[in-house]
């Protein structure tokens, strides 16, 4: 079964526009493609260095898919590999298990926002 959480990075703005509205109809990239890119723990890595190199002040959002049903499609992706993407839905906060900024373990793995 694939992951029940993914994770979708945004900036400080954005993350500010999904506490103070409620939702995130998603980045440029995302409007443009139709569809909210997400990433697995085991993905999330990749994104990063790909999509967000040099970037700071980052957010770490994790993202409850069952609760998104049917509006989450599992498709290839970089790699060949399996990716989470959201249509016709935003992120809202009723989605949102945690969030945290972007920091890293002193191992430079990614530390996960702590949910519940």
Same mark, same amino acid.
């Given at each position: 079964?694939?992951?029940s959480?993914a994770?979708? /990075? !945004?900036?400080? #703005? *954005?993350?500010?526009? !999904?506490?103070?509205q409620g939702?995130?109809?998603?980045?440029?990239?995302?409007?443009a #493609?139709?569809y909210?890119?997400?990433?697995?723990?085991?993905?999330?890595?990749?994104?990063? #260095?790909?999509?967000?190199?040099g *970037?700071?002040?980052?957010?770490?959002?994790?993202?409850?898919?069952?609760?998104l049903?049917?509006?989450v499609?599992?498709e290839?992706?970089?790699?060949?590999a399996?990716?989470?993407?959201?249509y016709?839905?935003?992120?809202? !906060?009723?989605? /949102? !298990?945690?969030?945290?900024p972007?920091?890293?373990?002193?191992?430079?793995?990614?530390?996960?926002p /702590?949910?519940?």
């Amino acid at each position: 079964m694939p992951d029940s959480i993914a994770y979708k /990075v !945004l900036t400080a #703005d *954005q993350l500010d526009a !999904l506490e103070h509205q409620g939702s995130f109809a998603g980045a440029p990239v995302d409007l443009a #493609d139709g569809y909210i890119h997400l990433s697995t723990a085991d993905q999330l890595a990749g994104t990063i #260095d790909k999509h967000f190199a040099g *970037q700071t002040g980052l957010q770490l959002v994790a993202v409850d898919l069952e609760a998104l049903g049917d509006a989450v499609k599992w498709e290839e992706s970089r790699g060949g590999a399996l990716f989470p993407h959201i249509y016709g839905a935003p992120i809202t !906060l009723d989605v /949102v !298990l945690a969030y945290s900024p972007l920091e890293y373990e002193p191992n430079g793995e990614i530390r996960l926002p /702590v949910t519940g």
